[in-house]
């Protein structure tokens, strides 16, 4: 099982950005996913989660309003739509798929390699 995460970059306070995460080696259509990041010198923390239809969804009280955390079955894919980003949210964003805890917990089956998201003022 591999996971891709993509989507990252450097992007002036107040931008967008949309990060994706594919899957490949298993179908993960009835998994809660989620999205993960880790500033430097800081542990990781939960962003967000979705549940397997998208219609249960879960933030950080610091990206609420923000993001938005969304899934295309499908394509075995989910995704991070984040807007008016601010210096605060620069980390490296990591996905990961199949919870096995509670919703803000990072008990998850598997996780992607994590992409940079910076973010200037």
């Known amino acids: 099982v591999q996971l891709q995460a993509s989507g990252g970059g450097l992007v002036q306070a107040g931008g967008s950005l949309r990060l994706s995460c594919a899957a490949s080696g298993r179908r993960f259509s009835l998994d809660v996913m989620g999205w993960f990041r880790q500033a430097p010198g800081k542990e990781r923390e939960f962003v967000a989660a979705i549940n397997w239809n998208g219609v249960s969804t879960y933030y950080a009280n610091s990206v609420k309003g923000r993001f938005t955390i969304s899934r295309d079955n499908a394509k075995n894919t989910w995704y991070l739509q984040m807007n008016s980003l601010n210096p605060g949210d620069t980390a490296i964003y990591y996905c990961?798929?199949?919870?096995?805890?509670?919703?803000?917990?990072?008990?998850?089956?598997?996780w992607g390699q994590g992409t940079q998201v910076t973010v200037s003022s």
């Open positions: 990961a798929a199949g919870l096995r805890g509670s919703w803000f917990s990072n008990e998850y089956d598997y």
